[in-house]
């Protein structure tokens, strides 16, 4: 379960004591007039977190942790995990295929092999989060292996690839800065012998940095880019479109507006042949964008893979 910063921000969590609470990374995110005010409001809501938690599974690796360990600190029992010899659960050995992800795993309890059934090396990190929760619950290895193993999320790392074109798509929920630069990163680790192609937007009237923070990864690492709708809301997606595309103009490279997702998600197809991978970013399995003030039914960036893939 997540709980959101505007949860702990307006109390809404107040009162409850959590068995076990993890963090994992955070970033500049969630910042505009209906949100945080600053990236300092942001990072304080969260860290209220750390002092209703019995447990406290803390990423060292990720940036800001520091700040976590000091607000549990005397707080809330301290689970450490990453890869740094101060962790309590630490992971090495991490090796990727077609398939998956192998990778070993210390605990003060065992010291044995996992398996992820999904490609994308920042799951690496998932996992061992996963892995800490478990361990302070008291589940044994067992359960942990196979759950991990057979685990996946519709929309999250879906990997497709065309049976004559030999195009590559994944599609996935990334879409903030954060999870676009694991994104583009994995993907150019582990396939690089293949081009990027990606399609994504950004909300209307929230979040508002996304729109040069995702621009500037995409562009970094992308052969070209389609800039389209994504839940623009009350805010016209041209102009949503425009301000991304002024980002992507930046990095040179080369980038269309094509505000219907369908048409761009097929115009991707056109110009992708079986040395690229397409990214299609931010919907996953979703099948409504939100457009003025309601969600309106649509297919989901699946259902257009489905529709173009050969």
């Known amino acids: 379960m997540e709980v959101s910063s505007q949860a702990l921000k307006y109390d809404r969590t107040l009162g409850v004591t959590f068995t076990a609470s993890c963090f994992l990374n955070i970033g500049e995110d969630h910042i505009s007039p209906i949100e945080h005010s600053d990236f300092e409001d942001y990072v304080e809501s969260k860290l209220r977190l750390f002092v209703q938690s019995k447990t406290s599974c803390i990423n060292i690796d990720a940036q800001h942790s520091e700040r976590v360990l000091a607000a549990a600190e005397g707080k809330t029992k301290i689970l450490k995990f990453g890869t740094g010899g101060s962790a309590d659960i630490r992971v ?3 090796h990727s295929d077609s398939e998956g992800i192998d ?4 605990t003060p309890l065992f010291t044995e092999p996992f398996r992820l059934s999904m490609t994308g090396l920042f799951n690496v990190e998932n996992a061992l989060a996963a892995i800490a929760i478990c361990h302070s619950l008291g589940i044994p290895y067992s359960a942990m292996y196979e ?11 879906e990997t497709f690839l065309g049976a ?9 929920y990334a879409h903030n800065q954060m999870s676009f630069e694991r994104l583009f990163d994995s993907t150019a680790k ?11 937007g950004c909300p209307g009237k929230k979040a508002l940095a996304r729109r040069r923070e995702l621009a500037e990864v995409a562009g970094a690492h992308s052969k070209k880019i389609f800039i389209t709708e994504e839940d623009a809301g009350e ?9 991304i595309a002024k980002y992507v103009k930046e ?3 080369p980038y269309e507006i094509v505000l219907d997702r369908e048409e761009a998600i097929r115009r991707a197809f056109d110009e992708a042949d079986a040395n690229t991978v397409i990214l299609l970013t931010g919907k996953g399995r979703e099948t409504r964008q939100k457009r003025g003030t309601e969600y ?7 259902d257009y893979v489905m529709k173009f893939l050969v």
Do not use: H, N, Q
Not at 296 to 302: E, T
């Open 296 to 302: 309106i039914d649509c297919p989901s960036d699946v």
């Open 103 to 106: 990778f070993l795993v210390s």
């Open 190 to 200: 582990e396939y690089p012998e293949r081009s990027i192609i990606a399609v994504f």
């Open 92 to 94: 090495s050995r991490i």
């Open 147 to 157: 759950g991990l193993k057979k685990a996946s999320v519709p929309g999250r790392m």
């Open 164 to 172: 004559s074109s030999k195009i590559l798509v994944i599609v996935d």
């Open 235 to 243: 805010e016209p997606v041209l102009d949503i479109s425009l301000e």
């Open 251 to 253: 990095t040179g490279c």
